[in-house]
């Protein structure tokens, strides 16, 4: 039971110092950035000789990165909501198995997403393609995406199976 009170006081401790400020800090930055188009050049998104579609491209990369980042923010409330029922003794509720399917999926989609992001930008950008083989953050967030929709599936059964022996008795 300590270590789930650890796990609970870090993940709020990371929502507080993180997660919150950015919810505030990232719509200003993209507003920003729609006002002032060097805020880009600055974060080296484009070259200061690009043209007028190249920022559009940025932009829209920032947007896409911003979605992302918001998604993973909820993500990370659902899993602090989880915490919340297994603090409570009840780690075979609906909604935790829900929570668990739900992160898992939103995982999953920023994972793929931000793969075609990274490799799209990199085409639109750059003009060149280049695939690597190699370790790639966004393919262990997919990993971790379909881990949370297999713990989902298990609590599923263990809860079906709670239920039968509950009824045996």
Same mark, same amino acid.
């Given at each position: 039971?300590?270590? @789930?009170?650890?796990?609970?006081?870090?993940?709020?401790?990371?929502?507080?110092?993180?997660?919150?400020?950015?919810?505030?800090?990232?719509?200003?930055?993209?507003?920003? =950035?729609? $006002?002032? /188009?060097?805020?880009?050049?600055?974060?080296?998104?484009?070259?200061?000789?690009? /043209?007028?579609?190249?920022?559009?491209?940025?932009?829209?990369?920032?947007?896409?990165?911003?979605? @992302?980042?918001?998604?993973?923010?909820?993500? $990370?409330?659902?899993?602090?909501? &989880?915490?919340?029922?297994?603090?409570?003794?009840?780690?075979?509720?609906?909604?935790?198995?829900?929570?668990?399917? %739900?992160?898992? %999926?939103?995982?999953?989609?920023?994972?793929?997403?931000?793969? @075609?992001?990274? $490799?799209?930008?990199?085409?639109?950008?750059?003009?060149?393609?280049?695939? &690597?083989?190699?370790?790639?953050?966004?393919? =262990?967030?997919?990993?971790?995406? @379909?881990?949370? =929709?297999?713990?989902?599936?298990?609590? %599923?059964?263990? %809860?079906?199976?709670?239920?039968?022996?509950?009824?045996?008795?």
């Amino acid at each position: 039971m300590k270590k @789930l009170i650890v796990l609970k006081s870090l993940v709020d401790y990371t929502w507080i110092i993180s997660c919150i400020p950015l919810l505030v800090a990232l719509p200003v930055i993209v507003v920003w =950035m729609f $006002f002032d /188009t060097k805020l880009i050049e600055k974060l080296n998104l484009v070259s200061s000789e690009s /043209t007028s579609t190249e920022l559009v491209y940025a932009m829209f990369y920032v947007i896409l990165l911003s979605v @992302l980042v918001y998604i993973g923010i909820y993500c $990370f409330y659902l899993f602090r909501k &989880t915490l919340r029922y297994f603090q409570r003794s009840k780690p075979f509720h609906h909604d935790v198995i829900q929570n668990f399917n %739900k992160i898992g %999926k939103l995982l999953n989609v920023i994972g793929i997403v931000g793969c @075609l992001g990274i $490799f799209l930008g990199q085409f639109i950008l750059t003009d060149s393609v280049s695939i &690597t083989f190699g370790f790639s953050p966004y393919v =262990m967030i997919i990993c971790l995406g @379909l881990f949370f =929709m297999v713990l989902s599936e298990l609590f %599923k059964g263990a %809860k079906v199976a709670k239920e039968e022996n509950e009824l045996t008795i």
